[in-house]
């Protein structure tokens, strides 16, 4: 079902009609080799999928947009859905197939298939489950795409990631989680709604599991330069901690608010997910908590785990972790969220 994404062959018989419709301009060089051609992968072309590639494509991030699905008919579709939207879009060749081959050469792997969550399953029996799926999508991607980065998206990630990690062999900071670079940008938003501020002007971090056991980093949030809660102290203004607890709940909560009202999550996730395309392809060098290797910082020294730290990244994926500070609380809540996460993969078989 390859289907490339433009043709020259439109005259009889597939005749090239290039050289006839252009004509060459007098003492023209050849055209450069060296141009980089930027090819990305999407895996799984569920509402998340979908919403990630349609943001690549409308931010330029791409030269070749690849989408690899198990439902032929589905993936043609939404293939042919995005190529009609040519005219509007940034030039991008769009190629979908069942086949993993179509992915060789990739300098990014999104994965965003997964398995749903049966009613009344165990979130033990759902990771199994995802693990097999795992086994039948990094193997490929690894042999056809040796040198890519693999930017695990789907839930759970942090867990996703340490298995796609053992999966493939690639070195720890080729493999990352979108982890809670999404839950961080929620939480700009709640604390710049709070102030009444615009949303770039915090610098603020969700760090840990993307999940219940998140911490957020109250101590270092700070909004146009000036630390938040020092301020506070410094200038003798009253906050309840409560308030602050709400507001990391209502981080937690806003993805199964999303759900209950439209039944799914996408355009969110797809900018978040973009973001860090461009910071990893154009070797942006920001920081971005994603979910990465933890083993030996902030106290983490039980176990391979993944989970959300403040990372730079860069063309060759992960670059550092930033020292950002924590205090004694926020300290113990991530070594705690790292435990949850190692109870799970303990039970893994991989």
């Known amino acids: 079902m390859h289907k490339s994404g433009s043709s020259s062959s439109l005259g009889p018989g597939g005749l090239d009609l290039t050289q006839a419709f252009?004509?060459?301009?007098?003492?023209?060089?050849?055209?450069?080799?060296?141009?980089?051609?930027?090819?990305i992968s999407v895996i799984g072309t569920g509402n998340v999928g979908m919403a990630i590639a349609q943001t690549i494509l409308t931010q330029d991030l791409a030269d070749e947009l690849v989408l690899v699905d198990a439902k032929p008919d589905?993936?043609?579709?939404?293939?042919?859905d995005l190529r009609h939207a040519a005219a509007f879009l940034p030039r991008t060749?769009?190629?979908?197939?069942?086949?993993?081959?179509?992915?060789?050469?990739?300098?990014?792997?999104?994965?965003?298939a997964g398995a749903r969550q049966m009613p009344g399953e165990t979130r033990l029996n759902l990771l199994h489950r995802n693990?097999?799926?795992?086994?039948?999508?990094?193997?490929?991607?690894?042999?056809?795409?040796?040198?890519?980065?693999?930017?695990?998206v789907s839930n759970p990630v942090d867990i996703l990631t340490y298995v796609a990690w053992k999966l493939s062999g690639f070195p720890s900071n080729r493999v990352i989680g979108s982890g809670t670079n999404l839950d961080s940008?929620?939480?700009?938003?709640?604390i710049a709604d709070h102030l009444d501020v615009n949303a770039q002007d915090v610098q603020a971090y969700i760090v840990g599991e993307h999940g219940?056991?998140?911490v957020a980093l109250w101590s270092s949030i700070s909004v146009g330069g000036v630390p938040i809660l020092s301020f506070l102290h410094k200038q003798e203004i009253a906050y309840e901690k409560e308030t602050l607890e709400n507001i990391h709940k209502e981080v937690i909560d806003g993805a199964y608010e999303v759900i209950r009202l439209k039944g799914y999550t996408s355009w969110a996730i797809g900018y978040s997910v973009a973001s860090l395309a461009r910071t990893l392809l154009r070797d942006q060098r920001s920081i971005?908590?994603?979910?990465?290797?933890?083993?030996?910082?902030?106290?983490i020294e039980d176990g391979d785990v993944f989970l959300s730290l403040p990372a730079q990244l860069g063309r060759s994926g992960v670059l550092g972790v930033a020292n950002i500070h924590m205090n004694d609380e926020e300290t113990r809540r991530l070594q705690s969220s790292a435990a949850t996460i190692l109870e799970l993969i303990g039970q893994l078989e991989i």
């Open 22 to 39: 252009f004509r060459p301009i007098l003492s023209a060089a050849p055209p450069s080799p060296t141009k980089r051609h930027t090819k």
């Open 74 to 80: 589905k993936l043609l579709g939404e293939m042919l």
């Open 93 to 112: 060749k769009i190629i979908a197939d069942v086949n993993y081959g179509v992915t060789a050469g990739s300098d990014l792997c999104i994965v965003t």
């Open 131 to 152: 693990v097999s799926l795992y086994r039948a999508i990094i193997p490929p991607l690894v042999k056809y795409s040796p040198e890519t980065i693999l930017l695990i």
């Open 185 to 190: 940008s929620r939480f700009r938003f709640l």
């Open 212 to 214: 219940d056991s998140s």
């Open 288 to 299: 971005h908590p994603v979910s990465v290797i933890a083993k030996g910082f902030y106290g």
